[in-house]
């Protein structure tokens, strides 16, 4: 398969979020039809471009209601699988809220493209599936694989859900591990966390963690890039890739760079511990080798990453050039 | 922890399985109070023993009904979650069961351990969860995980959900990855389909596959004596362990030995392919290194342990010495 052919319909969950509405630009951008469907829970309508082309349609529907919104699935040639609870933390007060937005979620739109024969699905899986892994970077091929939150765990079931849908009913399906991904429109996250203490309290900041808690962190142009030209090229029928920049960044430098951002005055306090929270994977650095050799190659390293999203929340609060 | 220390009450969800009624003895032998919990599906009353000593009690009750067995959690210090679909291949005609009674079954066991404080959970997965691996004997740090069958995928999902309970609940769990487990009161599994066909038509056998799938067979026995001893003795947060014989062999040689047990005049005639049925995975070999360091070894090869249970179909069925 190459770009040329590349059809839609699309259906694209969680085409609303800070990802998602991404993929739903470069997909747009394509020529298709697609076809978003979002419970609008941390999506906003506003992330889409208006849909006055007639090519693209949002359904406000959550997953678990496959009623609501199984029509999205007529004709569909890919299923782009994006929606999850997004907030990781929350996951740990309430187990049902991963295993609805997470698992559940997962079955039910491979489910809807089981029944509308949609050949190809593409899924966001997480570098948090490794738990707390022994090897890094941490190749695609690592094991056992310990997930140590309830998003975690989902992600690693959403994974194996994939993969047996895929071998049993012939899906081709593409599951990517993504870092850290950062960019506009971002509502969670440790950048987003940090801008919302500065803004209530501009004297101090506070970082979860010790502060050398490291992590790769990819831009959202360079994860959706990946994901469009791995989900053309690779031909197995479960392909997995870790979507990662090549170097990682460490809390204390990210949070030095904000207070920077904000006038350098704020005074940094360490809340200390290995972890930022319960779940939390303080070392995460994925080995990108596997999508580098198709032909993939983040523009940015994770500093620049970083500095650009920083750049990006200024001009979102309005203090932005 | 030494196996003297070991004590119940514990909660045995499948069982009055074949595995389950296995598990249920031998913690009876050790003197605590088993609370049984299975919904009859495949398990039997039969397989238990009267329950007139007042240390054994049976709930009837599906795991997708907290309400119906959260009582049997109370002050429970470890629960053995057992229960699970064992057809694996009606899953792939419906993706449902095995969500619900892996995944969601998983979910709702792991909750009430959660809510009733029940320290440490034995759960039964299986080699599935490797998929078609590429190296064999197989590692518990084999991986891509990639399962080919529903039932897999919901192994997988469940091995993911124990994990994340372990670390954000400070739960300990144990999970074993099961080879072919063989024995007394199996109403699936390739033997069990072997006599049936048998019984209905004595001159001829067909056997699914072109008769070159080999796997590992593990008695019964000597599984549940692996997941005491090991469950006694590994203490990290989640732990992981392969259970298999330490030799493979072939269905050709099962379906010639069942042929001999049946007086050796029924025609074996082979359905041909690779695989006995979509999602079946041909060649299977774990590597046991990791329980045999921390003192488990089987008694029985695979030859030996499907002897043994081609004695026990033929006593079952009214035919043995």
Redesign the interface.
């Known amino acids: 398969m190459t770009e040329g052919d590349r059809a839609g319909p699309w259906v694209v969950t969680g085409g609303a979020g800070a990802i998602g509405s991404v993929v739903v630009q470069e997909l747009l951008a394509r020529g298709g039809e697609v076809r978003v469907i979002d419970n609008l829970a941390s999506g906003q309508r506003g992330n889409l471009p208006a849909p006055g082309s007639g090519r693209l349609s949002l359904t406000v529907a959550d997953l678990k209601e496959p009623a609501r919104y199984a029509a999205a699935f007529d004709g569909a040639h890919e299923l782009w699988h994006l929606a999850a609870n997004g907030d990781i933390r929350k996951g740990?007060e309430d187990?049902r809220l991963d295993?609805e937005n997470g698992?559940l979620a997962t079955?039910a739109a491979l489910?809807e493209a089981?029944r509308h024969d949609v050949p190809r699905v593409i899924y966001s899986s997480s570098s948090v599936?490794y738990?707390f892994p022994t090897v890094l970077p941490t190749p695609?091929?690592?094991?056992?694989?310990?997930?140590?939150?309830?998003y975690?765990?989902?992600?690693?079931?959403?994974?194996?859900?994939c993969?047996?849908?895929a071998?049993?009913?012939g899906l081709r399906v593409f599951l990517f591990r993504f870092a850290n991904i950062v960019g506009p429109h971002m509502s969670r996250g440790v950048l987003f966390d940090l801008f919302e203490k500065l803004a209530k309290d501009p004297t101090r900041l506070e970082v979860l963690g010790d502060g050398r808690q490291a992590k790769s962190y990819l831009r959202t142009e360079d994860c959706v890039a990946g994901m469009l030209l791995l989900s053309e090229r690779a031909t197995e029928p479960?392909n997995?890739f870790n979507l990662g920049a090549a170097d990682q960044i460490s809390v204390r430098e990210i949070a030095e760079k904000v207070v920077r951002a904000h006038g350098g005055t704020a005074k940094i306090e360490y809340a200390g511990g290995e972890r930022g929270w319960?779940?939390d994977v303080p070392k995460q650095f994925l080995a990108i080798d596997r999508a580098v050799r198709l032909g993939w190659k983040p523009r940015w390293s994770s500093a620049e990453a970083i500095d650009r999203t920083i750049a990006d929340l200024l001009r979102e609060r309005g203090r932005g050039p």
């Open positions: 740990s187990p295993l698992i079955f489910e089981r599936v738990g695609e091929s690592y094991g056992p694989l310990e997930p140590e939150s309830l975690a765990g989902a992600k690693l079931a959403s994974e194996g859900l993969s047996a849908f071998h049993t009913y479960v997995i319960v779940g």
